[in-house]
């Protein structure tokens, strides 16, 4: 079964992430390759992408003739992806098992950041979707 | 430039879909799944992916004796990632182009376009 595991924050918490110094950064990048080469080891890792900052987001909408209409304000609120793993897992406890270890990911002060992590089912088909 | 065009909507937009006839369902998948066809031609296509339910979605956190706390328990306003186009494309006029067409495809649904963090970006 595939599963995404999504980390997301809002732009407040990018804010701070901009203000790691450069070895919190480096430990969290440290971190993640090796996470994601423990994942590529034990058979279980589809894909990972990292997405750039909140700041370069554009929302779009079709214009009366289908033209894109672009728009970049949003709330406060709004929780950006900040980057996804998709793995594929025998049961979703191995998939909650493996995004509490993303969880634990090393942030300012090489303190674990504990930040929560999304886990969908990923669809194989629009079958799924029981069409 | 690898652009992600990200598709969310909240738990009620989602029941709110499924309460359509399925005739406007296929309809709607139909249009999708011509638009990925033709960024395949035009060699844009790098993935696709839809998501399941809601209803599905967990939230993981890390415990110190590394146990995963799990929680389902979302506000109503929460927006849930429904699905993403991954493409690659000259610059970001096109990326927003292909949204235009995705959300004209889907009710006029937002179309949230973001860029790859790239190498360096992530490893300063």
């Known amino acids: ?131 | 430039m690898k652009y992600i065009l990200l598709m969310s909507g909240t738990a009620a937009g989602v029941e709110g879909y499924h309460a359509r006839s399925t005739h406007d369902i296929e309809a709607h998948m139909a249009v999708l799944h011509r638009i990925n066809k033709e960024l395949s031609e035009s060699g844009e296509f790098v993935a696709t992916q839809g998501l399941a339910e809601p209803r599905e979605a967990k939230v993981v956190r890390g415990e110190k004796n590394g146990v995963p706390v799990t929680d389902g328990i979302f506000p109503e306003s929460k927006e849930f990632l429904l699905g993403y186009w991954i493409v690659d494309v000259p610059n970001a006029e096109r990326a927003y182009a292909i949204a235009g067409r995705i959300s004209a495809a889907s009710s006029n649904m937002p179309i949230e376009v973001r860029q790859f963090a790239s190498y360096e970006a992530t490893s300063r």
Do not use: C
Request: glycine residues 10%; without cysteine.
């Open chain 1, 1 to 131: 079964m595939k599963y995404i595991l999504m980390m997301t924050g809002k732009k407040s918490d990018f804010d701070g992430y901009a203000k790691w110094s450069k070895e919190d950064l480096q430990a969290n990048v440290a971190f993640m390759r090796a996470f994601s080469k423990e994942l590529k080891d034990s058979g279980v890792f589809v894909s990972t992408e990292g997405l750039g900052w909140p700041s370069q987001a554009k929302l779009v909408r079709a214009g009366k003739d289908g033209e894109p209409v672009t728009d970049g304000v949003f709330p406060e609120s709004k929780e950006f992806l900040a980057g996804y793993w998709i793995i594929d897992v025998e049961s979703p406890e191995q998939a909650y098992k493996i995004a509490a270890r993303a969880s634990q990911a090393p942030g300012a002060g090489a303190k674990s950041a504990n930040m929560p992590i999304e886990v969908r089912p990923v669809l194989s088909s629009h079958a799924d979707l029981g069409l």
